[in-house]
């Protein structure tokens, strides 16, 4: 019988909110994590999830935390514009990284990010948690392939603004987030890796702020289309300002790659499993009091079966920790593709800003190259 060598994991978790607390619940599960630590400035909060992974180190210090010896690998999962200083420390001690998206904010603090990361050698250092099985990488260019060549793609992405709320509300600079920036890039994700070996040249978009604008500066929608290098289109729009009503928890995406010879369609928009009462509920599933109707696996992480989540954040999450574990291919980014990515939302959100074409790549907010 042949027997994989496997090495042992000792795991630093930055953040102890909600993703920080999922991730944690399944790493302590899984066999060859030997040590579990938290750096949570929250002390109730650290002492909650602290107690559910039953971690052997508490800290409100990332840094404390980064120089015990035990740990191995970090999962930085704060707010996504407190991700640069932890992402920094920890490839500065070559940890392997699992990073909620974005890098960062800022295109300069991504570029950072991205180039400490790939000298430190953390080339899995970012996660895309919103895609479902069926996205899989490979799964997704296999069947491009038989599709021929591709000529142009389309993806829309539809949010409840409960999660675009959520975010305005924990920043001070919300002018560094958008609807592109935090959630359109899921879709880019996917759209790039199937479109791979083509070049953006130039990006074209228009935004709105009718709702969110007023009362949090945001930005309701975007809508974009990307030119490659070989005359290929690429139309995308998302829009985290749907009533906090909408039966989508968080995400409904559709996407579509045109082939020569076929065409890909990918429908993520959750509406095959809908749960509709006539009150609100007190007692077992309890959304918003609002929401009467809901499709019940539009919250990316995943849905609670037998007292465990189950879903995208499970696989991904057990998927980082074998390839630490034993070095098996996993799905997720580099940190040269997420930086890639997010520059391409930044880009979109120029061009909207402008009214103009933006030719790509960027290297700031203001456009330069």
């Known amino acids: 019988m042949r027997h994989t060598r496997r090495n042992r994991i000792g795991l630093g978790i930055v953040g102890a909110g909600r993703v920080g607390l999922i991730r944690g619940e399944i790493a302590a599960r899984f066999p060859e994590v030997d040590f579990i630590g938290i750096a949570e400035p929250r002390a109730d909060r650290a002492k909650f999830v602290a107690e559910k992974v039953s971690a052997d180190f508490v800290t409100s210090d990332y840094q404390e935390l980064f120089a015990r010896p035990e740990i191995t690998a970090a999962i930085i999962a704060t707010d996504e514009h407190l991700h640069v200083e932890p992402i920094l420390a920890a490839a500065e001690r070559g940890l392997a990284l699992l990073i909620e998206k974005p890098l960062a904010t800022e295109l300069a603090d991504s570029a950072r990010v991205c180039a400490l990361c790939s000298r430190a050698g953390s080339t899995r250092s970012w996660v895309h948690a919103a895609l479902p099985p069926a996205l899989a990488r490979g799964q997704g260019e296999g069947a491009h392939r038989s599709a021929g060549r591709s000529d142009h793609g389309t993806s829309r992405g539809f949010m409840n603004r409960l999660v675009a709320i959520d ?203």
């Not at 560094?176 to 879709?187: D, F, K, R």
């Not at 989508?248 to 809908?274: C, F, K, M, Q």
């Open 167 to 369: 975010n305005y509300q924990r920043t001070s600079n919300p002018e560094s987030i958008s609807p592109m920036v935090i959630s359109g890039t899921h879709a880019l994700d996917l759209l790039l890796w199937i479109l791979e070996g083509k070049r953006p040249v130039e990006v074209y978009a228009r935004s709105v702020d009718k709702v969110l604008g007023p009362r949090y500066g945001g930005i309701d929608g975007t809508a974009g289309l990307v030119t490659f290098d070989d005359g290929s289109l690429l139309h995308l729009s998302i829009s985290w300002a749907l009533p906090v009503v909408w039966p989508g928890a968080v995400y409904s995406l559709e996407v579509g790659i045109v082939g020569t010879e076929g065409v890909l369609t990918v429908d993520d928009t959750h509406r095959d499993v809908v749960l509709a009462v006539s009150k609100p509920q007190s007692e077992g599933y309890a959304p918003d009091p609002s929401r009467l109707v809901d499709f019940l696996g539009s919250y990316p992480p995943g849905i609670v079966a037998l007292g465990e989540l189950r879903g995208p954040m499970r696989e991904e999450t057990l998927s980082w920790l074998l390839h630490l574990a034993t070095g098996a291919p996993t799905q997720h980014a580099t940190a040269a593709e997420a930086h890639d990515r997010l520059m391409l939302s930044k880009a979109i959100d120029l061009s909207a800003r402008r009214q103009k074409p933006v030719k790509v790549p960027i290297d700031d907010e203001g456009g330069r190259a």
